[in-house]
């Protein structure tokens, strides 16, 4: 039997990678390597010193072209993503039948962890699914950014008796969302944060979390929010990418009693 292992390594430091995905990067005989478009020298490197570190056996490694990213172009947005993992799944599909043998393992590195906002998972399960022949697979998990992003800002991610919401940065649109309090936003390429109204608003900003290169700016979001688009756009420029998330807190609200 064949099986796929998605090995979750943490947001960037790699003293983040669990005993458990060590073992996985010891024991595996393939791994695919997902190279999207204008893939990053910085993250190739962090991904080959993550093997170098914690593998001694010489290992069969797959490199799986991603297709471009057409969707913050396009008017159907779902659609758009559909396609885009429909061909995921077919490139993937043909590299595990051709490259995976018989009782063979292959992993698959995934940044902070793979049940967060990570499609790897998601296509898996489907190409397992539709596989011929049997394939199993099992999921290590991994220090996603948000806790990440907790812990170098020193706060609790969630406050007593209130609930925490994951979030895109298109659901801002309209600001806060009605009745939360707390809210993590992902994939904000376009720093939806300084177009809503930040009355009572704190921000947690933290981009290349756990690096060397890791900043953060904390604040009332109307105090902060120029300096936060001012450090981005430096970092940008500077390193070619980046990768953010901040925390959005409400302050003008009494926590709720018990919890």
Do not use: C
């Not at 499609?119 to 898996?124: D, F, G, K, N, Q």
């Not at 397992?128 to 049997?134: I, N």
């Amino acid at each position: 039997m064949r099986e796929l292992v998605l090995i979750g390594v943490g947001a960037g430091d790699p003293e983040w990678v669990t005993l458990a995905a060590v073992r996985a990067i010891q024991e595996i005989d393939v791994l695919f390597v997902v190279v999207k478009e204008r893939e990053y020298d910085d993250l190739v490197e962090a991904r080959r010193s993550i093997i170098e570190r914690h593998r001694t056996r010489p290992l069969t490694m797959v490199e799986l072209l991603d297709p471009p990213r057409p969707w913050q172009s396009v008017p159907d947005y779902p659609a758009a993503v559909a396609a885009w993992r429909a061909h995921r799944l077919e490139s993937w599909g043909q590299a595990v039948s051709g490259h995976l043998g018989e009782g063979q393992s292959g992993g698959f590195l995934v940044w902070g962890d793979p049940s967060l906002y990570e499609s790897t998972l998601a296509i898996v399960e489907q190409l397992v699914a539709s596989a011929s022949e049997e394939i199993t697979y099992r999921v290590i998990p991994g220090v996603s950014s948000v806790l990440a992003l907790a812990a170098a800002h020193r706060i609790p991610l969630n406050r007593q008796g209130r609930a925490v919401q994951i979030s895109p940065a298109r659901m801002l649109a309209g600001g806060m969302p009605e009745g939360v309090d707390d809210v993590v936003v992902m994939l904000d390429g376009k720093q939806a944060f300084a177009s809503i109204d930040p009355a009572g608003l704190d921000i947690y900003w933290g981009a290349y979390l756990g690096t060397p290169e890791q900043l953060l700016v904390s604040g009332p979001l109307g105090d902060v929010a120029e300096e936060i688009i001012r450090v981005r756009a430096d970092a940008a420029a500077r390193l070619g990418w980046v990768f953010d998330t901040y925390l959005l807190r409400r302050r003008d609200r009494e926590p709720a009693r018990g919890g």
